[in-house]
């Protein structure tokens, strides 16, 4: 079982759309939550931590169930830009920062 | 603020040449982080630096990857002999101890 699993798209939506991504990560221990962001041949960026309370960044909401080692991505209002990959992110812990990558789900947003 | 910077951008080599990239981190950072993003996956953590100490590099081919940090600034990371399997993009990342990681624009390896 891969550390880190999503669904590898590609989401086609229309702009507009609401749009869900989820994510299941196998280690129990594992601390903190991201989303990043990777443009084509761009590098990753930090588009939201995650906490168990839910966060929300504009069109952006985040939530995170621990118990059941789930991680969701909801994107309302689609904008064309927003056509990326999606990668869900776990970091293990253990003092290191070392970060577990999903293989991304990509999301394309036409007109 | 100047961000990590990568080279070289791009490389072409044939199988068993050997090959070299570098990074330079966001100044003041003190981990450095070089990943392995295969076309179609998310980046993979090759081998983290703190300083000029390796913390992990249980995920590095150490018969044929190789890695240094000297002085705890610039990093490089070297493949010898290269193959087939080694395309990807390898990406280097830095960050305050603990803190969000910021990563470089990467190197684009082609092995043919």
């Known amino acids: ?8 798209g590609p989401f086609n939506v229309p702009e507009g759309a609401t749009v869900a991504f989820n994510c299941t990560y196998s280690n129990s221990a594992s601390q903190s939550f991201f989303w990043y962001r990777q443009d084509c041949r761009k590098e990753p960026k930090l588009l939201m931590s995650v906490y168990s309370s839910g966060n929300e960044d504009g069109r952006f909401t985040a939530q995170l169930n621990r118990a059941s080692q789930y991680i969701s991505l909801l994107i309302r209002d689609s904008k064309l830009s ?15 920062n070392k970060l577990t990558f999903g293989t991304g789900t990509q999301l394309k947003v036409e007109l | ?17 050997s090959v070299a990239f570098w990074c330079n981190p966001i100044s ?4 450095l982080y070089w990943y392995q993003q295969i076309l179609g996956q998310g980046p993979k953590l090759l081998i983290q630096f703190q300083n000029n100490g390796v913390v ?11 890695a ?9 990371l070297k493949i010898q002999p290269a193959k087939l399997e080694d395309s990807a993009v390898y990406l280097c990342a830095s960050s305050l101890v603990g803190s969000e990681q910021f990563f ?3 190197t684009r390896l082609t092995v043919l």
Not at chain 1, 1 to 8: G, I, L, S
Not at chain 2, 68 to 76: A, C, P
Request: charged share 30%; with cysteine; proline share 6%.
């Open chain 2, 68 to 76: 240094e940090r000297l002085k705890g600034v610039d990093s490089t």
């Open chain 2, 104 to 106: 470089g624009p990467g």
């Open chain 1, 82 to 96: 927003d056509s990326a990959t999606y990668l869900c992110v776990v970091n293990g812990g253990g003092g290191g």
């Open chain 1, 1 to 8: 079982r891969k550390e880190v699993e999503q669904d590898p």
């Open chain 2, 1 to 17: 603020e100047a961000g990590v910077a990568q080279s070289p951008r791009y490389k072409i080599i044939e199988k068993r040449q």
């Open chain 2, 28 to 31: 003041g950072h003190a981990t």
């Open chain 2, 56 to 66: 992990d590099d249980s995920q590095l081919p150490k018969d044929r990857f190789s």
